[in-house]
């Protein structure tokens, strides 16, 4: 346990930024598990705006720095060619 009344601010302060970035990395996981999901029944513009909202996603909390910018660009790199290889199936 901290001592001084800085590290227990400090303290405080990591619990709510742990919070706060867990939740955006579950959104981003959840977008990304949506859009990678089975293909029966999805129209192509569905398929359009669940990649772009995990793109949004991506973005956000790359811009947040939650996850590393690098890691984003991997990420939406990777979806881009799926939503490329499904495209091309539909």
Do not use: W
């Not at 302060?13 to 955006?24: H, I, T, V």
């Not at 947040?64 to 495209?87: D, F, G, M, Y």
Request: charged letters at 35%.
């Amino acid at each position: 346990m901290p001592h001084t009344k800085s590290a227990k601010k400090s303290m405080r302060q990591d619990a709510k930024r742990r919070l706060r970035n867990r939740a955006s990395k579950k959104a981003i996981k959840l977008q990304v598990r949506k859009f990678t999901g089975p293909d029966e029944g999805v129209t192509p513009d569905k398929l359009q705006a669940e990649y772009l909202a995990a793109i949004k996603k991506l973005d956000k909390a790359a811009a947040k720095r939650v996850i590393h910018p690098n890691t984003a660009a991997r990420k939406k790199s990777q979806l881009t060619r799926l939503l490329n290889e499904k495209s091309k199936a539909t």
